[in-house]
């Protein structure tokens, strides 16, 4: 070790926090004091302090999340490789997985559970008093004859505050595109039953959102998986490959922090997937419901932001960074528009009006950006920390996905792992998460787990951590 004496003064502040890492005093995945906390605790400039971040982050010890700030990496040599990229067969096929996810699903409902299997961020970083006064408060000023006119395409100044949220990614979006629903479930299963019949071949990523392989089930339409890479999403040569050899009917992808993958499909392949597409009339549906949970600078565009002809159909909610209770969702349905209008009008009629007036009411206020701000940094940590419990806890040859965004991690154990057996295990010491084949049409994906790392970490999700990682090396 260099004298510290001969050294510049960032090289001896590089050097004391590396002392900390080496020691574990700053454990793998630990957020580093911000730049004005540091400057002020050992006595230097901010620019001091900045240079020797940059030498540590140069060496590979810690690592920058935008607008986060600085993480204890995990030496280099043990940081998990990304899942290998998936290689279905791309034959169309039935899909069979209704009744293995609702037993999965009805398995980790329970409330007294560590909750890595949950759908959902905890509800603790939500502002929920400030959401529920926002409610009460829309629900008095609505008049009574409000409280009925408003059938679809759902209250106009909620859809004028969601028209709003896409001018964050440069898009201009009319409110009269836009259809409310009860969660973006509806809006996916509304756009699908718009565009397809039973019988129709939908392309789906590999893996897939349970979600969307149930919803193919249930309306006697056919899946063809196109192979899905964690760094950059849907892989669109495989994607040309398949629409030559089947008559594809729509598309259902996910091009930001993908489920279970977390992969995000990079601007230029989400423009030449639209372009793909309409040159053979075909729509997408893209779910893009973690839209707002991105760790970098920027949020990244989804492929609607490159729709000229109106065949993508875009759907989100709020039900991931803001109100998962409330239920309100929305598809930007370009073309289909009208179509969607029906759809939901002959369904569930309309989306409950105080919900949305109440929605719209707290969107208008301000605080929905600060809301975000401080959900994405907590997001960003808790990934870090699960990530250097992975690290730990796991086996050697486990790979996971480091997405940037959203909530969830990817993981492939070792192929002698069963992720039903570490699930079914893991649920009797009051654990949940998720095995990989309910992400699979034929239940594939055998020795992969999904995990949620969507809450504030704490010692005691890691020591579910330290608990899981034996489950694992138990289940040989």
């Known amino acids: 070790m260099p004298m510290l004496a001969a050294m510049k003064r960032y090289e001896q502040l590089a050097e004391k926090i590396s002392d900390q890492i080496r020691s574990r005093v700053l454990r793998v995945g630990d957020r580093l004091p911000s730049v004005r906390q540091a400057s002020q605790a050992h006595r230097v400039s901010r620019g001091t302090v900045l240079r020797a971040y940059y030498a540590l982050e140069d060496r590979g010890e810690i690592r920058t999340r935008p607008r986060s700030g600085y993480y204890v990496n995990p030496q280099r040599a043990t940081v998990p490789p990304p899942p290998r990229p998936t290689r279905p067969s791309m034959a169309t096929r039935s899909v069979d997985v209704s009744d293995f996810v609702f037993e999965v699903l009805n398995a980790i409902k329970a409330t007294d559970v560590v909750p890595f299997g949950s759908a959902f961020p905890s509800p603790d970083l939500f502002p929920l008093h400030k959401l529920s006064g926002a409610l009460s408060s829309a629900a008095r000023r609505l008049a009574p004859h409000e409280m009925v006119e408003h059938l679809p395409p759902g209250l106009l100044e909620l859809r004028r505050q969601i028209a709003r949220r896409y001018l964050h990614v440069g898009m201009v979006v009319d409110p009269d595109e836009i259809i409310v629903t009860s969660g973006a479930m509806e809006a996916l299963n509304l756009s699908l039953r718009a565009v397809a019949g039973p019988g129709d071949v939908i392309a789906i990523e590999c893996p897939s959102f349970y979600a969307a392989l149930d919803a193919i089930e249930r309306y006697g339409m056919k899946a063809v998986e196109v192979p899905t890479d964690a760094g950059e999403g849907v892989n669109l040569d495989a994607l040309a490959e398949v629409l030559k050899k089947h008559p594809v009917k729509a598309c259902w992808f996910m091009t930001n922090f993908q489920n279970p993958v977390g992969s995000s499909t990079p601007e230029d392949r989400k423009r030449d997937l639209v372009e793909m597409l309409a040159a053979r009339d075909i729509p997408l549906i893209e779910d893009d419901v973690y839209m707002e949970l991105y760790f970098g600078e920027q949020a990244p565009r989804p492929a609607k932001a490159f729709d000229r002809r109106g065949m993508v159909l875009h759907c989100s909610s709020f039900s991931k960074c803001l109100a998962p209770g409330y239920r309100i969702g929305w598809t ?53 920390r699960m990530l250097a419990a992975i690290v730990r806890e796991f086996p050697e040859g486990t790979r996971v996905s480091r997405p940037e965004g959203g909530y969830f991690l990817w993981v492939e154990l070792p192929p002698r792992y069963i992720g039903v057996d570490i699930y079914r295990a893991a649920l009797d010491r009051n654990i949940t998460l998720l095995p990989g084949p309910v992400f699979s049409p034929q239940r594939k994906f055998g020795n992969f787990i999904r995990l949620n790392y969507g809450m504030k970490w704490t010692g005691a999700l890691d020591a579910a951590m330290a608990t899981l990682g034996k489950i694992v090396a138990a289940r040989t």
Not at 341 to 370: C, F, N, W
Not at 377 to 383: D, G, H, I, V, Y
């Open 332 to 384: 930007c349905a370009g073309r289909y528009a009208e179509q969607l209008d029906r759809e939901k009008l002959m369904t569930t009629i309309a989306t409950s009006v105080p919900t949305q007036a109440g929605i719209a009411q707290y969107l208008g206020r301000g605080g929905y950006d600060h809301h975000l701000r401080t959900l994405r940094r907590t997001l960003a940590e808790s990934q870090e």
